[in-house]
């Protein structure tokens, strides 16, 4: 469960501030209007909501360390299931190219998180 600290609109997009449990914050950005949708404009500050945030980024040898942790499917898409040394889950998009040698373990050079579904809402991209 994450909580909404702050909602940063753009014209089309927007950042949102979320906390987790441990008062850890992790901006997640939302682009869900872009699509017409605007499937997560329900969001509202002080309120707590189950999220599945997606990582955007490189796999190299420099980053943030997860753990592979088998897949799971979003909507129709069967994303990467990660975890982070804080056990915090996210996911990343399936055609992401993970060497052999990195099945366990990967690093990654993270360029921003993304909002992939709150509650059972799913962002309109993936369903």
Do not use: W
Request: charged share 30%; net charge negative.
């Amino acid at each position: 469960m994450y909580k909404v600290e702050e909602i940063i609109p753009y014209e089309f997009t927007r950042n949102i501030v979320l906390q987790d449990k441990e008062h850890k914050q992790i901006k997640v950005f939302d682009d869900s209007d872009l699509l017409g949708n605007n499937d997560f404009k329900f969001l509202k500050i002080g309120h707590s909501y189950s999220c599945k945030i997606g990582i955007l980024g490189d796999i190299g040898k420099s980053g943030k360390l997860f753990i592979v942790n088998g897949h799971e499917k979003i909507g129709t898409t069967n994303f990467i299931k990660l975890c982070d040394d804080e056990q915090r889950i996210f996911y990343l998009e399936p055609d992401a190219n993970i060497p052999n040698n990195l099945k366990n373990n990967v690093k990654i050079d993270i360029e921003r998180y993304d909002l992939l579904q709150v509650d059972n809402v799913v962002h309109g991209r993936y369903r």
